[in-house]
């Protein structure tokens, strides 16, 4: 099997409605990248709508498989979160969250069609969202003494590496991701720098 080398999110944020027998459902997918950041987009979201009856979401994070959160937040168990993540799972994304909104219409729709308005709320939303694929890429700790910090600068713009996290004084502390495809010729050109000092985070 061939390794990965990109992961598909989406580029961006977006909303869409959807509406079932009376019951309004205010879909919002977005691209996340920790659980902390998704929990404070549910917290706005809740902010926004504090009158609605359930706030049902999904997210998939990273590319192991392993984590993911469904939420029914009181609707019964299994009709909302799961076939949320089922439509971040049909078409194959990651770092993605989505967060459905119901406000109750006065009629129960049971359980095959809250199944159903919670499926479609998260597929119309995703089907207004443009994708994108971004390199799946290996987190590395730098640490150099500032005066390399041009040569390791123009390492990371000519290798499409993001830097994560910085510290620049007189002594730099770098946390950078490398595009997994480049991390040969990353690392290489690094230790050509002999004063670099570089470990996978």
Do not use: W
Not at 17 to 44: C, I, N
Not at 59 to 65: I, K, P, S, T
Request: proline share 4%.
């Amino acid at each position: 099997m061939e390794t990965k080398t990109y992961y598909t999110t989406l580029e961006k944020a977006g909303t869409a409605e959807f509406r079932e027998r009376g019951s309004k459902f205010v879909g919002y997918a977005f691209p996340v990248q920790t659980a902390e950041q998704f929990k404070a987009e549910l917290q706005q979201i809740r902010k926004e709508h504090p009158k609605a009856s359930h706030h049902c979401f999904a997210y998939r994070l990273g590319l192991d498989g392993n984590n993911f959160r469904v939420n029914d937040d009181g609707e019964p168990s299994g009709t909302a979160g799961k076939p949320i993540l089922g439509q971040i799972d049909s078409k194959e994304l990651t770092n993605v969250g989505i967060v459905v909104v119901r406000y109750f219409g006065g009629t129960l729709l049971g359980v095959p069609g809250l199944i159903n308005a919670y499926k479609t709320t998260a597929t119309v939303v995703l089907q207004t969202l443009p994708f994108i694929q971004k390199p799946i890429e290996i987190n590395y700790r730098l640490q150099f003494d500032y005066t390399q910090m041009n040569n390791v600068m123009m390492i990371i713009k000519q290798f499409n590496c993001s830097v994560l996290s910085q510290d620049v004084q007189l002594f730099c502390l770098l946390t950078i991701g490398i595009p997994i495809n480049r991390k040969e010729e990353v690392l290489y050109r690094l230790k050509e720098l002999l004063t670099v000092e570089y470990t996978p985070v």
